[in-house]
């Protein structure tokens, strides 16, 4: 007797669902967290732009931007992989040969780890501009004018 009984390999095809079913929810997460990310930081960008009146500083490879773009892209190529991953087992669990295999978390694991670094430098550096405070001498008339002004007044 080759293979398993039905029961067994219905419940290993469960599994197997079951498993892909979470690599697409890992899949959907990395792609909303890579726009959530982008957006994000589209919006900080604007937001100091109008509070500074100063246009944002060009874009650095190290950006909210290109990480979220990053992290879509991931998500999207993990779909594919998680569809070909359950393909595969689908096949070994029919033919009774089942070998597990750890490289897909190992990439994965790998990527998102490079990701989390890449973050930490875009988190440090950067520094929100604090717009400055007008001083009293601005709002009111300026030094220079007053000290014109007197000497003006001292040569009379």
Known sequence: MDRPPKIDRQREHQANERTFLAWLRTSIALIGFGFAIARFGLFLRELQSSVTGKDSPAHSFISSQTIGVGLVIIGIILVALSA?????????????DYR????IIWITSAIVMIIGTITIPLLLWRQPEVPSMPSPRKNSVSHRSITHTRNLESKR
């Open 84 to 96: 070909w991953r359950y393909n595969k087992v689908l096949w070994q669990i029919e033919r009774g």
């Open 100 to 103: 597990p295999s750890r490289l």
